[in-house]
């Protein structure tokens, strides 16, 4: 019996990974995929062509690069349609509107009218019953000093570079982000409590929160149906 039967995790499953910088989203979207052996969907950062120039200056760059992940998550969402799901997905594309663009909005290096289209092509896009959203989403937490010391250690110069106040500032927000998260079920996970990176990997622990999430979701959106 494979770990996807063991743990009554549907062939057809997307599950999404959510938290913020460098809490381990990356890790975890491998770990999952191998065990369950689903399709990933990554973040590309390093042929991103605005990230860096964005963390250069946000206020120049910032509406560019919002457009510019839309337009990939909006892709890569379209290719787990055509495979008919199996996947693990690296960041949500509700965290680019819901965290990112509103914080930059909020802060003035993003423009009302910049926010006002950016949101307004969002919408358009994601929020309709014709967007298939995740079956699961995790949502990775852990101390503000633990993330911090991981970007660090990570050592993308560009994120290395940035004030301390910006990772505070997206930290507290997730907090927020998540308590008041509704477009799909949540599966709430702590990095002190799992670390993939022990001898002991707690992978099997995390599988059997996951099929239980997902078998209560399933359930609960067929009795939605049925209504
Ligand atoms: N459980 C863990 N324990 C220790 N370090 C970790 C763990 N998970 C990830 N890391 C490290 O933290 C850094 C950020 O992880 P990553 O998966 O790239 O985060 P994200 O995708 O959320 O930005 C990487 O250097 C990674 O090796
Ligand atoms: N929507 C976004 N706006 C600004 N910056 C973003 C957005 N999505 C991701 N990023 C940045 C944050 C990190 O520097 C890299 C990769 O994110 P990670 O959490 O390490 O996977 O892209």
């Known amino acids: 019996m494979n770990l996807r039967e063991k743990y009554h995790i549907p062939n057809d499953s997307v599950i999404t990974i959510a938290g913020t910088v460098g809490v381990g989203k990356s890790t975890m979207t491998k770990a999952l995929a191998q065990a369950l052996d689903f399709k990933t969907s990554f973040e590309k950062v390093d042929t991103n062509p605005y990230l860096e120039k964005f963390y250069d200056d946000f206020e120049r760059w910032s509406f560019h690069l919002q457009v510019y992940f839309l337009a990939e998550r909006f892709k890569e969402q379209k290719k787990i349609f055509e495979y008919g799901g199996g996947f693990v997905q690296d960041r949500s594309i509700y965290e680019d509107t819901g965290i990112f663009a509103k914080m930059h909005f909020d802060k003035g290096t993003m423009s009302p009218t910049d926010y006002e289209?950016?949101?307004?092509?969002?919408?358009?896009?994601?929020?309709?019953?014709?967007?298939?959203?995740?079956?699961?989403?995790?949502?990775?937490?852990?101390?503000f000093d633990e993330i911090v010391s991981r970007i660090q250690e990570r050592g993308r110069d560009m994120e290395k570079s940035t004030p301390i106040s910006y990772w505070e500032e997206m930290y507290n927000r997730y907090t927020t982000w998540i308590d008041n998260f509704n477009a799909c079920p949540i599966l709430r996970i702590n990095i002190s409590d799992y670390d993939l990176m022990q001898d002991e990997n707690p992978i099997e622990q995390i599988l059997e929160k996951v099929g239980r999430s997902l078998q209560h979701s399933r359930r609960y959106t067929r009795r939605e149906l049925a209504r």
């Open 117 to 143: 289209t950016y949101t307004n092509l969002f919408d358009a896009m994601v929020m309709t019953p014709y967007f298939p959203h995740p079956d699961l989403l995790i949502y990775l937490e852990g101390s």
